[in-house]
């Protein structure tokens, strides 16, 4: 039984969580030849107040970029 986890930023929405499951279970099943239902996608968001890249916190990088 094949475990993925994502961590990622909380600013994804449902949509993209049900793509990225969804293509994440195809490389699965074809990789590691198991059946869908077989396989856990586990996403693990964080708060952009709360990680940083390169000693800024992303909610900051984020702001930048709007």
């Known amino acids: 039984m094949p475990r993925v986890r994502v961590e990622w930023l909380s600013t994804r929405t449902a949509e993209q969580r049900r793509d990225l499951a969804k293509r994440i279970t195809e490389a699965m099943v074809g990789v590691a030849a198991v059946q869908p239902n077989e396989v856990t996608v586990v996403f693990e968001e ?8 390169g ?12």
Do not use: H, N, Y
């Not at 964080?46 to 990680?51: A, D, G, K, N, Y």
């Not at 000693?55 to 709007?66: C, M, P, S, Y």
């Open 46 to 53: 964080v708060e952009p107040r709360l990680m940083a890249k």
């Open 55 to 66: 000693g800024v916190f992303w909610d900051e990088i984020l702001a930048k970029r709007k």
